[in-house]
């Protein structure tokens, strides 16, 4: 036989909503009494469940939201009293309003009731008005302090971050005006610290979003104990905290706060049975100098704290003004840059790589050049770490891979000797998405028919570098993929990493490409001199060709030849040139470089 409670669809739990219908529970044993309930209430509009037993109505009550339990005392197994009994017992349910049903119309069985948790009682057999006006009391009762805690907890997210519990933006700006409306008055400094972890999304990645916001409550408690009790700890965004220093007196004050938060965060945190240690850049403006509204310092705050990030992150930056006029540029900057590819304002130009000894063309590196519609020809220098910044680095990372592999297809295809075309691959488009990088490549030699021996990636020493976060068998594994292709693999600027000769010999690379900086003063510092001799030794003994970038100078190119360097690239043979000027050089027509040995 189906029960009653069976034929009510089950809805799943749910959080209460100021329109739902009022839920009642009729629990009763006798089928006669359920149905008379039912039938007395279904007019004033309840959503109507129906239990048989107690055991049921405490299932029912898991995963239901009910206002109301109307619950008959005389059951066999559980009793009224034992089912109210548990559900006091239950938090969740703790305050659940309970009406007891019963036919002992007497004293002691209704205290047994009240001290069991019930709220009120009715008596069968029904009187059906009372039965109906009993229930609405309570219901209504109910509903008022339902919406009572849902108004405090809507009220306490408008100003609060449920994770950490720390102010959200909204109250922090509104004490931030207070406090300026009172500093003005007792002449007081107020100070705004703007925290950014650094890397954040990278963190979530390793550990998880679970992992991280513990990593954030633990960023909160550790801010919340190197501030004052004056003090603000607000969290603004997902991985962004601020600080509001009130009274605050010297700046020196402020520099200390900064430090102790950067010293706070330093320790590692323990995730995942991880350690991770967690940095974030800092950016700090003042009142009354640096603004003297609360959108004008938070504004400031966040341009210094940018700065602080471009300039090495795990850091504090005061604002200054001059920071400012540097950050509306960037901004034009970036709106342009954002444009520059589609049209077409990108450039390639080829540096040579030449045989010291026989002035032959031995390769080419790809260096980018943008042709900006009003400010004239800009080099890489002023916007690639921009483009590594916004991510534009990807697409404009393949667009020079294409550009160079059509370049070298034209070559080739009006019948001129071709060389080895190096292209520059930013660390950070590396090592966000190394995996893909092998992809793209392959992609690329397929879509433009270039053989792959034909195309080299320059690396940076740093990529090398073992990465805390996602390991160096990462890096390995793309760098091998991409030597499986085919393209050569070079180290560029190498030397001025740190110390990577202990990677070196694992990775599949081809050359290294010592920096210019070394062979700016091989023939006056003796150190240089000497790096630049032991790097050569060493590339050769692990069977590498090197490249010393930055040759100016007959007397530098004679130094090098002398230590059998293998390529020299330099203004002493060629500026960075227009693929035309190329031609010049494969056509044999150079004077200074000779054609590719065929
Ligand atoms: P890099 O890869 O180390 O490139 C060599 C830089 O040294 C080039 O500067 C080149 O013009 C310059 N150079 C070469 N020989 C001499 C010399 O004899 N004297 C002096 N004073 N300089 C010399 P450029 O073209 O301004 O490029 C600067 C950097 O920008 C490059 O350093 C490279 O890291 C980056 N870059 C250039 N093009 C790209 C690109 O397409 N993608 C990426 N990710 N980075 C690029
Ligand atoms: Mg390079
Ligand atoms: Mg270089």
Redesign the pocket.
């Known amino acids: 036989m189906m029960t009653d409670a069976e034929h009510t669809p089950a809805i799943p739990t749910r959080a209460w909503t100021e329109n739902q219908a009022n839920c009642v529970l009729i629990v009763d044993d006798e089928p006669i009494a359920r149905a008379s309930m039912e039938a007395l209430l279904a007019p004033d509009g309840y959503r109507l469940l129906k239990a048989e037993s107690g055991l049921r109505a405490l299932e029912i009550l898991e995963d239901e939201v009910v206002d109301l339990v109307l619950l008959d005392v005389m059951m066999p197994e559980l009793d009224g009293y034992e089912v109210c009994r548990r559900i006091r017992a239950t938090t969740r349910l703790s305050e659940l309003p309970v009406v007891m049903v019963t036919a002992l119309d007497d004293r002691d069985s209704r205290l047994q009731g009240l001290l069991t948790g019930a709220d009120d009682f009715v008596s069968k057999p029904f009187d059906g008005a009372e039965l109906r006006a009993r229930v609405k009391t309570i219901v209504r009762l109910n509903r008022y302090r339902r919406l009572l805690e849902q108004t405090e907890r809507l009220a306490y997210l408008e100003d609060f971050d449920p994770l950490t519990d720390l102010p959200n933006r909204r109250l922090l700006e509104s004490r931030l005006a207070q406090a300026l409306f009172r500093a003005r008055r007792v002449q007081e400094g107020v100070a705004l610290l703007l925290l950014d972890l650094d890397d954040f999304d990278r963190m979530i990645e390793a550990l998880g979003q679970q992992a991280s916001d513990e990593m954030l409550k633990e960023v909160a408690a550790r801010l919340l104990s190197c501030v004052r009790g004056q003090d603000t700890v607000a969290r603004l965004s997902s991985d962004r905290f601020a600080v509001l220093f009130e009274s605050i007196k010297p700046m020196q004050d402020v520099a200390l706060a900064a430090q102790r938060v950067r010293a706070a965060l330093e320790k590692p945190v323990v995730l995942n049975a991880h350690e991770v240690v967690v940095t974030g850049s800092i950016g700090i403006s003042l009142y009354p100098a640096d603004g003297e509204r609360a959108h004008m310092l938070v504004q400031n705050a966040f341009t210094a704290m940018a700065q602080a990030k471009r300039t090495g992150k795990n850091r504090y930056q005061f604002f200054s003004q001059e920071m400012n006029v540097a950050a509306l540029e960037r901004i034009d900057l970036e709106a342009d840059l954002r444009r520059a590819l589609e049209n077409q304002e990108m450039e390639l ?1 080829y ?1 040579p790589k030449v045989s010291g000894t026989t002035r032959h063309l031995l390769g080419l ?4 050049r943008w042709q900006h519609p009003q400010r004239g020809l800009i ?3 002023e916007f ?1 770490a921009l483009a590594e910044e916004n991510g534009l ?1 990807e697409p ?2 393949e667009w ?1 891979m294409q550009r160079a592999c059509r370049q070298i297809k034209a070559w080739r295809n009006a019948g001129l000797p071709v060389v080895p075309v190096a ?4 660390s950070r ?1 590396f090592r966000y998405r190394f995996l893909e990088i092998p992809k793209v490549v392959a992609e690329i030699l397929a879509r433009t028919g270039v053989e792959p021996h034909l195309l080299e990636l ?1 690396l940076t020493e740093s990529l090398l570098m073992p990465d805390e976060k996602s390991g160096v068998s990462g890096t390995l594994a793309a760098l091998n993929e991409l030597k499986a292709l085919g393209v050569r693999l070079s180290i ?2 190498f030397g001025t990493g740190y110390s990577s000769l202990n990677y070196l010999h694992r990775f599949p690379v081809d050359a290294l ?1 010592v920096d ?1 900086s070394f062979i700016i003063d091989i023939l006056s510092s003796s150190d240089d001199a000497t790096i630049t001799t032991s790097i050569i030794q060493l590339a050769h003994n692990l069977g590498l060709k090197v490249v010393a ?4 100078t007959e007397a530098q190119l004679e130094f090098l030849n002398q230590r059998d360097c293998d390529q020299i ?4 043979f060629s ?2 040139i227009p693929a035309s000027g190329i031609e010049v050089i494969l056509r044999g027509k150079s004077e200074k470089i000779m054609p590719p040995i065929p």
Do not use: F, H, M, W
């Open positions: 130009y540096q590196e790809a260096l980018i080099g890489p220098g690639i680095i404009l990372g020079v292209v520059n691959i930013s488009q320059e560029d600027d490409k210019r970038e930055g040759v100016e690239q330099g203004y002493y500026q960075p």
